[in-house]
């Protein structure tokens, strides 16, 4: 080959090479704490969930949850496997969360199909929170992916594809006293929001939890995983996320159709 045609061939491959150069891949901490950071910015998200849940046997679910500018939340549930079970529908909203049953809820409520609780104060409302249901249905799952941040041992698994979006999956474990460390990370909010998760967790008697995350190209959480050990036996839940930021309104039942425990709890109250 002459000189002139085997320069041009050399020059052509090398800015070939040149041109599909990558730029240095994140570390695996890093990868997740850009996911993490992402989501303080998040005013909604429509979610599901389903796993192993103590005292509730197996749950899915279905969610849209509104964080700003003030909590709101309408979720469709089933459980399986535990007395109680079957599918229930929870609403948040004004400082009230509903819980309805359906037409079972109403052949024991004088027809009511919905219970109200309070959750802004009231005897009703404080007892519900002693539960840890109250809590529960406030908390937010996607500041809850961002407990991975606090593992020491951040590591990529692989490439994978969830709802046919290609994502990143990582993997680590964090114990509750990591993530109390790392509670000053943040805006408030969301500190505010984990600081309640946290104290969940330790209702429960969990001592660490297993953690997995899916980043998308967009550098989102696309779904993640939390196993661990309870004193009323194993969690294991998986949230995925289906959008963000788009509008969600819920709306309290039509009254008519509410029990409101408060009125229940009124001899309480006074006692």
Avoid at 166 to 177: A, C, F, I, Q, S
Wanted: charged share 30%.
């Amino acid at each position: 080959m002459p000189a002139a045609g085997l320069g041009a061939l050399l020059l052509a491959a090398g800015a070939v090479s040149c041109g599909s150069e990558k730029s240095p891949e994140m570390t695996p901490a890093a990868a997740v704490a850009k996911a993490a950071k992402n989501t303080e910015d998040i005013t909604s998200l429509h979610y599901r969930m389903n796993g192993t849940v103590p005292a509730s046997g197996k749950v899915e679910a279905e969610a849209s949850m509104r964080l700003k500018p003030s909590i709101a939340m309408s979720m469709k549930i089933s459980a399986s496997g535990q007395a109680g079970a079957g599918e229930s529908e929870i609403r948040l909203v004004d400082k009230a969360m509903y819980i309805g049953g359906g037409a079972e809820m109403a052949k024991e409520m004088d027809g009511k199909s919905w219970m109200k609780f309070d959750l802004s104060g009231s005897k009703a409302g404080k007892e519900l929170d002693q539960l840890g249901s109250a809590s529960q249905a406030e908390q937010n799952p996607a500041a809850e992916s961002t407990f991975l941040t606090g593992a020491k041992d951040v590591k990529k698994v692989g490439s994978e594809k969830v709802d046919g979006v290609e994502t990143t999956h990582y993997t680590g474990t964090v114990t509750l006293k990591d993530l109390r460390a790392s509670l000053k990370d943040g805006k408030a909010a969301t500190r505010e929001q984990r600081e309640k998760s946290i104290k969940q967790y330790e209702k429960l008697g969990v001592d660490k939890l297993t953690m997995d995350m899916w980043v998308d190209g967009e550098d989102h959480t696309k779904k993640f995983r939390m196993k661990g050990d309870t004193d009323k036996g194993p969690l294991d839940m998986t949230f995925t996320f289906l959008d963000y930021n788009k509008p969600v309104t819920v709306e309290a039942p039509p009254a008519k159709d509410v029990a409101d425990l408060a009125e229940m709890f009124k001899g309480l109250d006074a006692s």
